[in-house]
C-alpha cells in the first residue's frame, strides 16, 4: 500500500500551459505539504494543509494554487508555466501540523519547455 | 532566522569506510533536529531525529548527536555499504515547518 501517492510521476509540458499535480495519503493524517526541489537537490517548503485549511503559503507565485479537497487529498495547479518552473514536486503528509516526522511522495518531475 | 548548512558533496568512498556528513543550523529556540534520506528517484524517508540537546538519534547504523553548544548534528555510519548511496538532507523543525539544508549526495563505490 502505497502511503502517499502523486500522478503523475512525470509531466513534460510547454510554457504557457495550466498543469495540476495530485496527491492523496491513506495515512489518515491531518496535514499535507507541497515542496519543490530545484535541480541542485534544494528543497523549499511550498504551501502547508491542516485540516483542508492553509496555513503555511511561502513566497510563491501566485499561479501556483493550492487545492485541498478533502483531508486525504491535496492538489497543486500551476498556471501559465514558465521554464523556471521545472523542477520535482514533492507532496508529504504528517499525523499533525505539529508532528516531527513527515512522510513524502516519490515525487512529479514536472519539465517546461 | 533559521537555516541549515551542510557539507557539500558529492561525497564518495569505498565500501566499509566511516562516513561523517558535517551539519550546522542557525535557528532561534530549541528546534527540532533531523537527518532525511532519498534514494534515487524516491522521495525522503526519516533516517533519524533529535528533539532536544544532547539528544541522540540513531536508526540503520547512522548516528548523529544534537550539539547545542556547537549548534551541530553531524551524521556519521561506522561501515557504509554501497545501498547507502544516497542524498542525506539535514533539517530542522521550528513551529510547523521544515527547515531543509541542501543536501549531501553520497557515493560509496564497491
Known amino acids: 500500500d502505497t502511503a502517499v501517492s502523486q500522478t503523475p510521476k512525470y509531466l513534460v509540458t510547454q510554457m504557457g500551459n495550466d498543469k495540476s499535480i495530485k496527491c492523496e495519503q491513506n495515512l489518515g493524517h491531518d496535514t499535507m505539504y507541497w515542496y519543490k526541489q530545484d535541480s541542485k537537490k534544494f528543497l523549499k517548503i511550498m504551501f502547508s494543509y491542516n485540516n483542508k485549511e492553509l496555513i503555511i503559503n511561502e513566497t510563491v507565485p501566485n499561479r501556483f494554487s493550492p487545492k485541498s479537497p478533502d483531508k486525504a487529498h491535496l492538489n497543486l495547479h500551476i498556471n501559465s508555466l514558465e521554464l523556471g518552473d521545472s523542477a520535482v514536486y514533492f507532496c508529504?503528509?504528517?499525523?499533525?501540523?505539529?508532528?516531527?516526522?513527515?512522510?513524502f511522495g516519490p515525487g512529479t518531475r514536472l519539465t517546461v519547455t | 532566522g533559521n537555516s541549515v548548512t551542510q557539507m557539500e558533496g558529492p561525497v564518495t568512498l569505498s565500501e566499509e569506510a566511516f562516513l561523517t556528513i558535517n551539519c550546522t543550523y542557525t535557528a532561534t529556540g530549541y528546534p527540532s533536529l533531523f537527518w532525511y534520506v532519498q534514494y534515487p528517484g524516491e522521495g525522503l524517508q526519516l533516517l533519524l531525529k533529535a528533539t532536544k540537546a544532547d539528544d541522540k538519534g540513531s536508526n540503520k547504523g547512522f548516528e548523529a548527536t544534537y550539539r547545542k553548544e556547537t549548534t551541530s548534528f553531524h551524521l556519521e555510519k561506522g561501515s557504509v555499504q554501497v545501498s547507502d548511496s544516497a542524498v542525506y538532507f539535514c533539517a530542522l523543525k521550528y513551529g510547523n515547518k521544515l527547515v531543509f539544508g541542501a543536501g549531501t549526495i553520497l557515493r560509496v563505490k564497491s
Open positions: 508529504a503528509s504528517s499525523q499533525d501540523a505539529g508532528s516531527h516526522e513527515q512522510y
